[in-house]
């Protein structure tokens, strides 16, 4: 898996979350929207990795993980995901809600159509959502 699929996969998994949500399947429209940020913070580690060097192996293991703020920190992302929130009030609501996604949400079955709705909006929204900001990155 290289950069560009990680991309493709976030537009995927985006659409098929968009595509859920229509059909109130509010649980694995959730876990998409996740796994589709997931996928964007993996893409911008991926921007590290220089085509002919060999990997590092510290940042290698440290990418396989499904903890969004652990891949910030992977992603050299920490510090300006703080700036963003200080300047920007709706990207620090929506990274509120982002930030509390993870993979184990694939197993749950109780997932109501506000919160399946609020993450796919803080994670989709144009001007504030958390993807346009990591797509600056990527």
């Not at 098929?16 to 109130?24: C, N, Q």
């Not at 429209?29 to 796994?35: D, F, R």
């Not at 652990?70 to 992603?75: P, Q």
Request: aromatic share 10%; glycine share 4%; with cysteine.
């Amino acid at each position: 898996m290289n950069k560009s699929d990680l991309e493709k996969l976030v537009e995927i998994r985006l659409t098929e979350a968009e595509i859920l949500l229509k059909s109130r399947s509010f649980q694995g429209a959730y876990y998409l929207t996740g796994y589709s940020l997931e996928c964007a913070l993996k893409a911008c580690i991926a921007k590290q990795v220089s085509q002919y060097d060999f990997p590092n192996k510290q940042l290698a293991n440290q990418s396989h993980t499904h903890n969004l703020t652990e891949l910030l920190g992977v992603a050299g992302l920490k510090q300006k995901l703080s700036e963003q929130r200080e300047r920007n009030n709706d990207f620090n609501l929506n990274w509120a809600v982002a930030k509390d996604w993870s993979e184990s949400s694939r197993y749950e079955c109780n997932i109501e159509e506000t919160k399946a709705n609020d993450l796919f909006k803080a994670v989709t929204e144009e001007t504030s959502g958390i993807l346009a900001w990591l797509k600056k990155y990527w």
